[in-house]
């Protein structure tokens, strides 16, 4: 580290130990992005970074801005977050061209089919943490009772929109602030269910070219070790639908799943409907 570094860092902590100076300061960086927020819809990263730059050069500061250390932290901060977010993408469809080449490598792949028991709900495995079993523990048969159970969450239709949504970073700095609070980061305390929806607005809309997939999307914003959304895979859907070009190691494989577990079986035909330009599935007779 250079002397002028040094000077630097000790000029930053003992402005940092003034706290009147650094409440002043945080102050006139509030009032100047409020100001901002009432004649600009979006706030972007560069206005945040022009308002402290210019607020450091109105308070002749005897150290220096590390802007690059401050895009650091701004990006692993949001990144957090960020992490913490998950979407499980569905569809209204299974018979479109396009989305067979988007999504399931060019037909070769499959498609999964479920049915909602509970219209707008999807099922999903939920097992929470084991439960003493006195009863059991008294007959020294067990000492610990596993539990499984199916809750049902909320899945929600993509809106599919002109322009895409946007949130403000500086809306969000209560929850930023309390970035080790692992409620917080989950979104899970009742004051920071807005965000939450906030979220989920942004999570749940595309522009309009999208318009085609007709979508549908759970979405989950959790700071644990949950297996809330990898347990989706342990649901056995109604129906599987292979592609045309399915590689036959695969079409073996998926036959003998769909046989095990009973599921209902079908494969993309090489011909389009005429009427619908749609795909067509011809039924698998599987039997065990």
């Known amino acids: 580290m250079t002397e002028a570094q040094k000077r630097n860092n000790k000029n930053l902590h003992s402005f940092n130990d003034d706290k009147s100076k650094v409440l002043e300061f945080n102050q006139t960086l509030f009032n100047k992005i409020k100001a901002l927020q009432a004649i600009k819809d979006k706030i972007w990263i560069n206005d945040i970074i022009t308002i402290v730059l210019s607020t450091c050069d109105e308070r002749n500061l005897s150290f220096e801005f590390d802007l690059d250390n401050f895009k650091k932290e701004l990006k692993r901060i949001t990144s957090k977050f960020l992490e913490n977010s998950y979407a499980t993408c569905f569809s209204e469809n299974n018979d479109n061209f396009l989305m067979w080449s988007h999504y399931a490598s060019r037909h070769s792949g499959v498609c999964l089919g479920f049915e909602l028991e509970n219209p707008g709900l999807f099922p999903y495995i939920y097992k929470p943490r084991r439960e003493f079993d006195y009863d059991k523990y008294k007959k020294r048969i067990s000492e610990w009772e596993f539990q499984t159970y199916i809750c049902w969450d909320r899945i929600k239709k993509v809106n599919y929109e002109n322009e895409h949504p946007y949130i403000n970073f500086f809306d969000f700095l209560p929850v930023f602030e309390n970035e080790y609070d692992l409620d917080l980061i989950g979104l899970s305390k009742p004051w920071t269910h807005a965000f939450a929806h906030q979220l989920e607005l942004v999570f749940s809309t595309k ?24 347990s989706l895979g342990k649901l056995r859907p109604k129906a599987i639908y292979m592609g045309e070009f399915i590689s036959k190691g695969n079409e073996i494989l998926i036959t003998k799943i769909a046989t095990d577990k009973n599921i209902e079986l079908y ?7 005429t009427k619908t330009n749609k795909l067509e599935f011809k039924k698998i007779n599987i039997t065990k």
Request: aromatic share 12%.
């Open 207 to 230: 522009t309009a070219p999208w318009k085609y997939e007709k979508e549908w999307r759970i979405v989950c914003f959790t700071a644990h070790n949950t297996n809330l959304h990898t």
């Open 267 to 273: 494969k993309a035909q090489s011909k389009m409907s």
